[in-house]
């Protein structure tokens, strides 16, 4: 079935530097990739996606990247606050399985 | 709008026992789905509902199960309960089927202790 591997598990990085996480997935036919955050104690929250369509999407300080070819996707934060500590969560949707196949996450910590 | 509601929010059970967990849907969404928080595993997906109908299921043993009544709640039930089920599971909730294509509201879960 349908496989999500996260990298890197654990980033901690300097405020105001960039930060990558970067996803591969199984699945061809997987045309959804959303990415998810999830602050210490509260529910995962929806940050941005991309569709197989394009292979890039930028919102702020937030960008994802999709290369369909090698299937891999990448979500980059540029100017890192102390706010962006959180778990992040990649997913690979739209394909064979029905349902959303996350990663294991990413815990981002960002040092004043 | 209220968001996704789930509760009980936390409980405590012991080996053997079953539990069932609540899940109330963003107004007019019709898809619940449910998943398992493990420390270093993720989110693991566990079913899928749609008109009351389980739509998709994910690699769990039939202990595990859920049901969608007509309003689109949503229950889980774990039966035999086993140290392993210790986790959070989070409920979400989408406007339609298919949430693998569009955004999924989450619920801040219920969080199981298995003695």
């Known amino acids: 079935g349908e496989n999500v591997e996260q990298h890197p598990s654990t980033l901690s990085v300097q405020e105001g530097d960039s930060a990558v996480i970067k996803c591969t997935y199984s699945?061809?036919?997987?045309?959804?990739f959303p990415w998810y955050k999830q602050e210490l104690g509260k529910r995962p929250q929806l940050i941005i996606d991309?569709?197989?369509?394009?292979g890039e999407k930028k919102d702020q300080r937030i960008a994802v990247t999709l290369n369909k070819t090698a299937k891999h996707f990448s979500l980059h934060i540029t100017e890192t606050q102390p706010e962006d500590s959180a778990v992040y969560f990649c997913?690979?949707?739209?394909?064979?399985?029905?349902?959303?196949?996350f990663g294991k996450g990413t815990k981002l910590s960002v040092k004043p | 709008k209220a968001g996704v509601t789930q509760t009980p929010r936390y409980l405590i059970k012991t080996r053997g026992q079953q539990v069932t967990l609540s899940c109330s849907p963003i107004?007019?969404?019709?898809?619940v789905s449910w998943y398992q928080q493990t420390p270093g595993q993720g989110l693991q997906f566990l079913f899928e509902?749609?008109?009351?109908?389980?739509?998709n299921k994910g690699n769990f043993p039939g202990r595990f199960s859920g049901r969608q009544f007509s309003n689109s709640r949503s229950e889980m039930n774990v039966s035999t309960l086993e140290l392993g089920d210790s986790a959070l599971y989070l409920c979400?909730?989408?406007?339609?089927?298919?949430?693998?294509?569009?955004?999924?509201?989450f619920g801040e879960g219920s969080r199981l202790t298995v003695l």
């Open positions: 979400a909730s989408s406007l339609n089927l298919g949430t693998n294509t569009g955004e999924l509201f």
């Open positions: 699945d061809s036919a997987s045309n959804y």
């Open positions: 991309i569709r197989s369509n394009v």
């Open positions: 997913a690979a949707g739209g394909g064979s399985q029905g349902n959303l196949i």
């Open positions: 107004s007019g969404h019709r898809s």
């Open positions: 509902y749609f008109s009351e109908t389980q739509r």
